[in-house]
Every structure is written in C-alpha cells, then in structure tokens.
C-alpha cells in the first residue's frame, strides 16, 4: 500500500535532509564567527 503524501515533509528525503541540517547546526554551533560566516557563504 503506498502512503498519501500530502506535503513535501512528509517525503523521507526531506526528513533525512532536514535531520542532516539539524545536526550541522547543533556540530557547528560553538564554531567562532568567522568560520560560520565562511560556511553560510
């Protein structure tokens, strides 16, 4: 049976995806200024 997809969270590349992202934020949280700035760019 194949699950209705009413949005595009409810697709698993994007939970993965935003889980990746959640995890980036949290690694690079302590990270100064200028290396944060250089990963945004």
Known sequence: ???M???FEDLIV???AHNLVLEVYCLTAGF???E???LVS
């Open 32 to 34: 100064p200024a200028e």
């Open 1 to 3: 049976m194949t699950k």
């Open 14 to 16: 994007w939970q993965k």
């Open 36 to 38: 944060k700035f250089g």
């Open 5 to 7: 997809v009413n949005s």
